[in-house]
Every structure is written in C-alpha cells, then in structure tokens.
C-alpha cells in the first residue's frame, strides 16, 4: 500500500492551496482516509478523516475541506483561508489491516 501525498507550497495568509493524496495497493473505495499535520516543534495532529462521514479538527472546521475521487483513488483536502498556525508537514493515512502513511507534503503560509 502506498500513499503520496502532494499540492504542498508557500502561500500567504488568507490563501488557498488543495493537497491531494493518490492511493495504490488497497481497495480504496473500502476505506477512509485520514489527514494528519505536524508543525515544526510540535505533536502530529488529525486535521479531517473521510469515510462513510466526513469529520474535522475544531480549527479548520468551516476552511477546509476533504473530498474523494474513487475512480481515481485519490483524496482531496481544500484548504482555505490560510493562517500561519496551519503551517506543517501534511500526511495522509489509512488504517487497514495495519497503519500506512504517506511521504508528507509541506504547506507553509507566510504572513
């Protein structure tokens, strides 16, 4: 199973960018996918999980968004109105018979 994530950059504050995270080896319609960030310094944290029902993390609630092409294996996270407490490495991750995580894409939003 592999997950590789991408859409990462520099944008600024009030910014947008859209990562995306392209699956292979497993059935990826049969599972949810799950973002996770981790800021310089600081713990890793789930940002949004996309399953059978879509949930987010209180800080993005209302700017980001996850959605899922399963033709394209491939998970979205929109993200919008970009503050600087969003920069981090972003992951994407599925929990199957055991746990897989992808390479990470750095998002950095400048002020």
């Known amino acids: 199973v592999q997950l590789q994530a991408s859409g990462g950059g520099l944008v600024q504050a009030g910014g947008s960018l859209r990562l995306s995270c392209a699956v292979s080896?497993?059935?990826?319609?049969?599972?949810?996918v799950n973002w996770y960030r981790q800021a310089p310094g600081k713990e890793r944290e789930w940002v949004a999980s996309?399953?059978?029902?879509?949930h987010y993390a209180d800080s993005v609630k209302g700017r980001f968004a996850v959605s899922r092409d399963n033709a394209k294996s491939t998970v979205y996270l929109q993200m919008n109105s970009l503050n600087e407490e969003d920069t981090a490495v972003y992951y994407c991750?599925?929990?199957?018979?055991?746990?897989?995580w992808g390479q990470g894409t750095l998002v950095t939003v400048s002020s």
């Open positions: 991750n599925i929990r199957a018979t055991k746990e897989y």
């Open positions: 996309s399953g059978g029902t879509i």
């Open positions: 080896g497993i059935t990826f319609r049969l599972y949810g």
